[in-house]
């Protein structure tokens, strides 16, 4: 038998609640999974908030507000403004149930999540985004972050992991943080100069596709390796077929939005 890799609730339980909520994480843990993964970006005053992107047109209901005067970035928004927003699905058309919460569920802050009491003795992965782009207008989204989680005191807590998708911001990070959590270095495309500097490599499947062997070279270093992201609705013949080849690259965790689904399957093979 291969690798049994840990399953990740991708944003949450991304297909049944609106995506980076905490009713999405929180339905993620009950699920069983054995962590959950968020987005964070920041407001105009110098806050974290849990989205995927700065653009909240897809995630939030910031087209309905037309007092919000065509804003629609995090960063243009003070977070006091955030808080009259409320989430909603990404992708209605295939997640219809999740859809019927659109409206009912705040945009958190990064300091609710690492708060709040489900979290406890559970495990976070928690990405800081876009970090380049946000120091280019001003805002050092590593070292506010940084900040914040020391202050929490979530290390005592939960047990964290830190992603990010550019070397620089990891770069940042370790200089930030030290060691004091592990560091997974997310690529969509190769990056054979910095790949295996960080604690671990976090890996989107169609990369693996092309470069099966990735997998086992970062293995070979130590390194664990996470693939990103299964989505049911991408199977081409049974979701089974489709679950079974990404358990087969060989990653030790995966990130799902239908996390029962995977962990189903999963069971199954222990």
Same mark, same amino acid.
């Given at each position: 038998?291969?690798? &049994? ?35 964070? /970006?920041? *407001? ?10 700065? #653009?909240?047109? !897809? ?60 979290? /406890?003795?559970?495990?976070? &992965? ?21 900040? !914040? ?19 620089? *911001? ?18 969509? !495309? ?8 960080? #604690? ?24 664990? /390796? ?20 990404? &358990? ?5 965790? &995966?990130?799902?939005?239908?996390? #029962? ?10």
């Amino acid at each position: 038998m291969g690798v &049994i890799p840990q399953v990740f609730g991708h944003r949450g339980a991304a297909a049944y609640r609106p995506e980076n909520t905490l009713e999405s994480f929180e339905l993620a843990f009950s699920m069983g999974v054995d962590a959950i993964e968020c987005d964070i /970006v920041p *407001t105009k005053d110098g806050h974290l908030v849990l989205r995927h992107e700065a #653009d909240l047109r !897809e995630t939030t209901d910031v087209l309905k507000r037309p007092d919000f005067d065509g804003r629609f970035m995090s960063y243009q928004f003070t977070l006091a403004e955030l808080q009259e927003l409320r989430a909603i699905e990404r992708l209605p058309k295939w997640r219809p149930g999740s859809a019927k919460f659109d409206g009912q569920f705040l945009v958190p802050t990064l300091a609710s999540l690492l708060s709040s009491d489900f979290v /406890v003795g559970k495990e976070l &992965i928690l990405e800081v985004k876009d970090a380049p782009i946000f120091m280019e207008l001003g805002i050092d989204i590593v070292s506010i972050f940084a900040d !914040e989680v020391e202050a929490s005191g979530i290390a005592n807590r939960a047990c964290v992991s830190v992603e990010a998708f550019e070397w620089e *911001t990891m770069n940042a990070l370790r200089s930030r943080l030290g060691n004091k959590f592990p560091l997974f270095y997310g690529m969509e !495309e190769w990056d054979e100069a910095h790949a295996f500097d960080y #604690d671990g490599v976090s890996l989107d499947f169609q990369l693996i596709g092309q470069m099966p062997e990735i997998v086992a070279r970062a293995k070979s270093k130590g390194l664990p /390796v996470w693939g990103f992201t299964a989505r049911v609705e991408w199977a081409e013949n049974s979701v089974e077929e489709y679950l079974h080849k990404l &358990i087969d690259t060989g990653v030790d965790g &995966i990130f799902a939005d239908h996390p #029962d689904l995977l962990l189903r399957y999963v069971e199954g093979l222990a």
